[in-house]
């Protein structure tokens, strides 16, 4: 099981134990106001959910839970590579903290996989994340409009790229 610690926090594979945690983080309409799903109802939901990553893990995927001082804060990493996808709880949000998760899982693929672009698709109006993403170093790449509809409604696409060339220039930390 891969753990990758950096100086705020840990990334860890996911565990069943984790789901009241990863709920508040999915069920939160804040957190999940750019996400690909609306906020999650309920526990089954969430459960189904956080099944599907253990057994991404189990398979390979380097898709982490973010945990903060032992506690469980949201995921950073790749579902299936080369999209790195992440998500905070809004209570740990403006702290650097989500560049510093999604630097790790960078830095982590990178050094142990074959992939030569990592990818990322971001809603236009997600400043944040825009801002997160350009930090560690990822170049717009393009754009696409209604590619994503989440409870009903239709949202857009920015695209966004890092290069191992970019990425062996120095480190994606934040």
Known sequence: MTVIETPRLRLRHARPDDLAAVHAVLSDPRATRWWSTPPHESLDQTRDW????IAGNAAGSDDFIVERDGVVIGKAGFWRLP?????????????????????AAVNHVFATRPVEVLTADVDPENLASIRLLERLRFVRTGAAERTWNVGGEWKDSLYYGLSRAIWRQGSTSA
């Open 50 to 53: 956080l099944d599907g990553m």
């Open 83 to 103: 999209d790195v996808g992440y998500i905070l709880h809004p209570e740990h949000w403006g702290l650097g903290l989500a560049s510093e998760a999604v630097g």
